[in-house]
């Protein structure tokens, strides 16, 4: 063989690998990166942390305790308010009391009040001592209705001043309800920003949790490829098997952007010069394999 032979053999398998190079990229529709819906979980109220124990990693189940906000300074308040309400009632008067002893001597004059009508029909007794037994008991109803209005007064001031005190008492329960710290998903911790013992403020992140279970493959296309796309379409999706091939997965498109976007620079769709591309999200149930951020392929 020689050399001019041998020389166009090598340009003729460097064009050939070239051109199936090329055609690699050429065989798929759209390409991506994986993420999945993660979930920042953060204190609800100021205190220390306490049994808190996460790591990276951990699986963590939906309604799990993960921690304890302490809580000793709400409980001390909680009975300090207690007392106060105690005191508050002890001021209240006993109404049945205080109203018992009128309403007994209103029973006397009632019955004086019929043994005399019998007396005046029998010519036994005067009309006048009729007429003052009469207005001795109308007299003392009046009494009565007047004592029985002062003590519902003072005993509706006392509760109105009872009221406020209770509802701080019960802004204290909801605060000790959001001191305990759980855990909104199934899902694995992501990243875990503090440690057990450290002060935590309302609204400081304690840890970052997401369901691998199902990631999301958020893929581009190019305008003349949405009118082959719909919502809920099985798709292929590949990633990479680590031995220089492709593994093949189902995935199913849970959403199309409505709107179109540059062609972000980490990302070739199949007609490389569209400027304007839509973003879709490709659903892939996740078997171990896929991790966030790796990248994937679609075949429509």
Known sequence: MTNKNLYLIVVILIAISVTGCGNGNKSFDATGTFEAEEVIVSAEVPGILQNFTLEDGQILKQKQVVGVIDTIQL???????????????????????????????????????????????????????????????????????????????????????????QAQIDQIDDQVRRSVITNPIDGTVLTRYVRQSELASAGKALYK??????????????????????????VRVFVDDGKEGFREMTGQITWISAKSEFTPKTIQTKDERANLVYAVKISVKNDGLLKIGMYGEVKF
Do not use: C, H, W
């Open 75 to 165: 409980t001390l308040r909680k009975k300090q308010l207690q007392a106060q309400i105690k005191a508050v009632l002890s001021k209240q008067p006993d109404a049945a009391t205080q109203l018992a002893t009128i309403q007994k001597q209103i029973e006397t004059a009632q019955r004086e009040q019929a043994r005399f009508t019998k007396l005046v029909a029998g010519n036994s007794a005067s009309q006048k001592q009729l007429d003052d037994i009469t207005a001795n008991l109308e007299l003392l109803q009046k009494q009565y209705k007047a004592s029985q209005s002062s003590l519902n007064i003072t005993i509706s001031g006392l509760q109105a001043e009872v009221q406020p005190l």
């Open 209 to 234: 949790v997401a369901d691998l279970s199902t990631l999301i493959l958020r893929a581009y296309v190019s305008g003349n490829q949405m009118a082959t796309l719909k919502i809920g379409q099985n």
